[in-house]
């Protein structure tokens, strides 16, 4: 496995890292806990030590399925969490709003490190920015945690430029995470330069749009209950048929550098940036095993001209998230 620098002072992670939430929550039942915590382990046996997780993923569950799998490997892994959401008391909704008030960041950070076992977070994003609570006090607060020694480094979630420079002024920013794939590029216009100006490196979630780059669903293909993809405008039956070009773009290169659909993707962006880590999530051992196989996947510069070329050409349908969800983002 290839490793990769955060930026110019983060630490050196996989190439491709590991999103976990989906083990706990999101897309339906929840998978065999067991079953996840062999996938985590397999894992690192295989090379990745980035792994994504959050206090609100369950909540708490994934942070406590991650802090079990990766005990025996603490030495050779970087964990990321995030704090930022207020849960809701009734268990009624997984969150009700944020919440980045400094003691209530505090209070989480001490909650994750117990459910993952650790002695410190590696990795502690703000997972949406909070408009009720300058950035600053939000920094200060993650700069107070790091002074203590229970955080390592900093981070943001779907920041928008002018939030990353107020909160680096005060603590460096490590990472900033935010979703970024072929046919998610917001972060190309004002957010990926100001990182690498700042030397911040970057972690695009959802890198393999939410499973649809890799070609296994269609305009038919049908959510389980408790998926949210099916609340998602990007993924009604007509956006799904409207977008396929994208997919269809992927798999004919995919063709030529005998590798899937979602290798090309992941491919494309580690071909962006060397600070850029993607975090695909799975919960099968085979599609690990392809998302690692990214890695040996070499695009030239011929290629990434032709794919840039044709998907420019290609208009992607539906907003990616609901109109409640898009407005926690890019603040």
């Not at 110019?8 to 939430?21: F, H, K, N, Q």
């Not at 890198?207 to 405008?233: C, I, N, Q, V, W």
């Not at 977008?243 to 005998?258: A, F």
Request: overall charge negative; some cysteine; proline content about 6%.
């Amino acid at each position: 496995m290839h490793t990769r620098r955060l930026g110019t002072r983060g630490p050196e992670v996989s190439a491709i890292g590991l999103g976990c939430m989906g083990m706990t929550s999101s897309y339906g039942p929840a998978p065999d806990r067991q079953e996840m915590i062999s996938l985590l382990r397999t894992a690192v046996e295989l090379g990745v030590t980035f792994f994504d997780t959050a206090e609100v993923y369950g909540p708490f569950m994934n942070e406590e399925l991650v802090g079990e799998a990766l005990a025996p490997f603490r030495d050779r892994v970087v964990i990321a969490t995030k704090f930022g959401f207020e849960l809701d008391p009734t268990g009624e909704r997984t969150w009700v709003g944020v919440d980045s008030r400094p003691e209530h960041v505090k209070e989480v950070a001490e909650g994750s490190l117990k459910r993952l076992n650790i002695d410190a977070i590696d990795l502690f994003y703000q997972h949406r920015v909070d408009p009720d609570v300058p950035i600053e006090e939000v920094a200060g607060a993650v700069r107070d945690l790091i002074q203590e020694g229970k955080v390592r480094h900093f981070g943001l979630s779907e920041a928008a430029a002018a939030t990353i420079r107020r909160a680096h002024a005060v603590q460096p920013v490590t990472a900033v995470q935010s979703e970024y794939s072929l046919w998610t590029r917001d972060p190309e216009g004002e957010v990926l330069p100001t990182l690498e100006e700042l030397g911040i490196g970057f972690v695009p979630y959802s890198p393999l749009g939410r499973g649809f780059l890799t070609g296994k669903m269609d305009e038919t293909t049908t959510f389980d209950s408790g998926d949210f993809r099916a609340s998602l405008p990007r993924f009604t039956p007509e956006a799904r048929k409207a977008n396929q070009s994208l997919v269809d773009l992927l798999r004919t290169i995919g063709e030529r550098k005998q590798a899937t659909p979602a290798q090309i993707a992941l491919a494309w962006l580690l071909a962006q940036k060397p600070w850029i880590v993607p975090i695909p999530g799975t919960t099968k051992r085979e599609r690990l095993e392809e998302n690692i196989g990214a890695t040996g996947v070499e695009l030239t510069s011929d290629d990434l001209a032709e794919i840039d070329r044709a998907a420019s050409q290609i208009r992607v349908e539906g907003d990616r998230y609901t109109q409640d969800l898009e407005r926690m983002t890019g603040r």
